[in-house]
């Protein structure tokens, strides 16, 4: 069955430099997309950054980047240059072409940001 | 500009009544979606639509209803038979179903 695990229930980071969110997935489906979310505290689910199953460099917008690493199932999201408004949860989700449509979000991540 | 809207904001709502929440969208998606949201948890599907006239169970779609009359729109109701309803609720849309979702503000709905 189709599964998302984010292992970081919270995390902090410094205001300026990086951060990595961990996502892994599990699915027997070859074909599939990886999706990145921001939730602020207002509530609203911001859409974040993509990576298809068969895109072969990872995924990039603007200061946030995907590290796709097939082999290990893994679509973690790396934040550069950190600033006060990332702080928020971050969800991961997929999306699995086969049978009836799913689309599983993980259970997020909280991330501060310390200034 | 294009967008998903979802009202009220904020609903409250006595034990025992129905209560029915707004999603309207103008993105010309065909899929639409409804998800429940519980403090500190993750997103949990309800509802979803992938075109007019034709909707599917999520995983919790028990005690909710829907209807898909037009692409634009996608209201949930919320019966009296849903023991917990106080949650947020978000609604969201796609091109189709395996394509990045967008998603509305969210209705926060208290039962007193």
């Known amino acids: 069955a189709q599964k998302i695990t984010q292992t970081q229930p919270g995390m902090f980071v410094q205001e300026k430099e990086a951060v990595t969110l961990d996502c892994t997935y599990d699915t027997s489906d070859p074909s599939y997309g990886l999706f990145w979310y921001k939730q602020p505290s207002s509530g609203e689910m911001i859409f974040l950054i993509y990576?298809?199953?068969?895109?072969?460099q990872n995924a990039t917008e603007g200061r946030y980047s995907l590290n796709f690493q097939k082999a290990r199932k893994s679509a973690n999201l790396v934040i550069s240059a950190s600033q006060l408004g990332d702080s928020a949860m971050y969800f991961c989700?997929?999306?699995?072409?086969?049978?009836?449509?799913?689309?599983?979000f993980g259970t997020g991540t909280r991330l501060k940001v310390l200034a | 500009d294009g967008g998903i809207t979802q009202s009220p904001k904020y609903l409250f709502r006595k034990e025992g009544q129905n209560v029915t929440l707004s999603c309207e969208q103008n993105l010309n998606h065909d899929a639409m979606y409804w998800y429940r949201q519980d403090p500190g948890q993750g997103l949990r599907l309800i509802y979803y639509?992938?075109?007019?006239?034709?909707?599917q169970k999520g995983d919790i779609a028990e005690g909710y209803s829907v209807s898909r009359e037009k692409k634009e729109s996608f209201p949930l109701t919320v019966t009296s038979a849903q023991k917990n309803p106080t949650a947020f609720y978000l609604c969201?849309?796609?091109?189709?179903?395996?394509?990045?979702?967008?998603f509305g503000p969210g209705t926060r709905l208290t039962v007193l």
């Open positions: 969201a849309s796609s091109i189709d179903p395996l394509d990045t979702q967008y």
């Open positions: 639509s992938q075109i007019v006239n034709d909707f």
């Open positions: 989700a997929t999306s699995e072409a086969s049978g009836t449509y799913k689309y599983i």
């Open positions: 990576q298809g199953s068969y895109d072969q």
